[in-house]
């Protein structure tokens, strides 16, 4: 049974940093195409970052951001600890949401993909992240 448990999540003033750890069981999250979504009230869940898979040639693994988080949030991996990490600094009102981890164990084969809630065959419960301007 594959679980996923987001953390990290708290009140932050604007300009600050959190750290969201999501930790996998059940799942290898070196073997899975991961990803942050978030869900603001009364908004749709939207795309955050994702990481691709370890390459089997290059042992390198490739990230992708929404415009509205680049250069600011960072998607990294723990392939020690199977825990999905995102970064946020510089943290605005606007990034207020609740944060969801999501893995695919189909890798995507566009962006338009990655970016797709449907795409991801688990999630986990969500971490709150509210920042006060």
């Known amino acids: 049974q594959v679980q996923l448990v987001e953390s990290g999540g708290g009140l932050v003033q604007a300009g600050g940093s959190l750290r969201l750890s999501c930790a996998a069981s059940?799942?290898?999250?070196?073997?899975?195409?991961m990803a942050w979504f978030r869900q603001a009230p009364g908004k749709e869940r939207e795309f955050v970052a994702a990481l691709s898979r370890i390459g089997t040639i290059t042992f390198y693994a490739d990230t992708f951001y929404a415009d509205s988080v680049k250069g600011r949030f960072t998607i990294s991996r723990d392939n020690a600890k199977n825990t999905l990490f995102l970064q946020m600094n510089s943290l605005k009102p606007e990034d207020t949401a609740v944060y969801y981890c999501a893995a695919a164990l189909k890798s995507p084969s566009s962006e338009v993909q990655h970016r797709t809630t449907r795409t991801y065959d688990y999630w986990g419960q969500g971490t709150q992240v509210t920042v006060s301007s």
């Open positions: 059940g799942l290898t999250l070196r073997s899975a195409f």
